[in-house]
């Protein structure tokens, strides 16, 4: 008697073979679990400000990596995960536009005394989702001029 789950049937079809699902679960990497262990500035007191001190932060990283996950599995519907990661793009400059505004908010040494390595993780997020961009373009092209041909 073979056990059978959904999730592993999930697995099985997830194309990893595919550049864009190695891509896709890079980024899913660096906007869930790495964002939750980096600092993404510290004040003036020294002390590390994590996203999980901000729920809006929180809620646009946990975005972000739940639209890489969705695209990860919606692999069949090529156009359809282009625009996941186009939207995905679109939270990450979201995220990187209010940590500017947060860094720059006030002149001096008011809120952020120094920038943590998290407030670039939108920008490495951002690299990975258009190199995902741009193999699922190459995979469209190949299968229409494929159709092309028949």
Same mark, same amino acid.
């Given at each position: 008697?073979?056990?059978? =789950?959904?999730? =592993?049937? #999930? ?7 595919? %550049? ?32 999980? #001190? ?9 975005? =972000? ?13 090529? #156009? ?13 400059? %979201? ?31 951002? %690299? ?23």
């Amino acid at each position: 008697m073979k056990f059978k =789950c959904y999730f =592993c049937k #999930q697995i099985k079809k997830i194309m990893i073979q595919r %550049i864009q699902t190695i891509y896709l679960a890079l980024a899913f990497i660096v906007s869930g679990p790495l964002s939750l262990f980096f600092p993404l500035w510290k004040d003036v007191k020294g002390i590390d400000f994590h996203v999980g #001190q901000n729920t809006v932060y929180t809620l646009l990283f946990g975005l =972000c990596a739940a639209l890489s996950i969705i695209s990860i599995f919606s692999y069949k519907k090529r #156009q359809t995960q282009f625009v996941y990661n186009r939207l995905n793009m679109i939270l990450n400059f %979201i995220l990187l536009g209010l940590f500017v505004y947060q860094s720059l908010n006030l002149s001096g040494e008011t809120l952020v005394s120094e920038k943590g390595i998290g407030m670039f993780l939108p920008i490495v997020s951002i %690299i990975l989702l258009a190199l995902a961009n741009k193999a699922i373009k190459k995979d469209e092209d190949l299968v229409k001029s494929a159709d092309r041909i028949r």
